[in-house]
């Protein structure tokens, strides 16, 4: 298959999509409150729940798009950008991944009877288990830091291709 020099429109929505969900998803996250033993998830946990899983499905549509549709790097690019970016895209869906899953596990560890978006029950992935919920729970938390200082670079990058380098990168995922 012969890659493709642009994104096409389906690429650029999945993206921005995917950017608007995360958005909601972190302060949701940090601001929904914290667990304790015994508790059953609220409102805010359900919704995190349900952006997460939104989120899962729609990176899992998202990479087989790119695997059947591949984008060629810029062509302008020295050697080390194509590189470097290639390496951080793989990463990003690599953690929208982990931190999607582990707080699926999590969830299903906690035993939890939790909804998408209170509209049917959410299949869980594993029966209860307070200790695999402990460890589980500190992977999706570094998972999602991990997310988070990737996603900084990513975009600490495209402000860089638009103020220093003043090329055309950021055109490339705009419509
Ligand atoms: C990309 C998607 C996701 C992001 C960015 C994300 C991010 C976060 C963040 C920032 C927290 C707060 C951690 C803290 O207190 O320091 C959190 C907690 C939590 N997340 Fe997620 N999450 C995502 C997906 C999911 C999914 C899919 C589920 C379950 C199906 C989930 C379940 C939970 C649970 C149960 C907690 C509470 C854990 C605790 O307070 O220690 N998350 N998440
Ligand atoms: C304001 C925030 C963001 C900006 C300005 C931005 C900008 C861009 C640009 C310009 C590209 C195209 C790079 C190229 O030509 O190769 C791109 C690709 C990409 N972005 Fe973002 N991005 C942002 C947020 C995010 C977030 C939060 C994620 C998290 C999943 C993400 C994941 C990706 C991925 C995976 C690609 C590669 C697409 C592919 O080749 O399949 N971006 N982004």
Sequence with gaps: MTDRLHYGTTAK????LIVALLFVQYPVGWL???IHRGMKP??????HIS???????LIVL???WRITHPVAP?????????LTSEAVHWLLYALVLAVTVTGWLFASFRGWPVSFFFLAPLPMLSSESASAG????GWHQAAGWALFVVIAIHVLAAMAHIFIYRDRIMQRMLP
């Design 13 to 16: 929505i999945f993206h921005w």
């Design 32 to 34: 929904m409150p914290d």
């Design 42 to 47: 609220g409102d805010a946990m359900t919704l």
């Design 51 to 57: 952006f997460g899983i939104l989120i899962l499905m």
């Design 62 to 64: 998202r990479l087989f």
């Design 74 to 82: 810029e062509s302008s690019l020295p050697p080390w950008q194509r």
């Design 134 to 137: 402990r460890t589980i729970d």
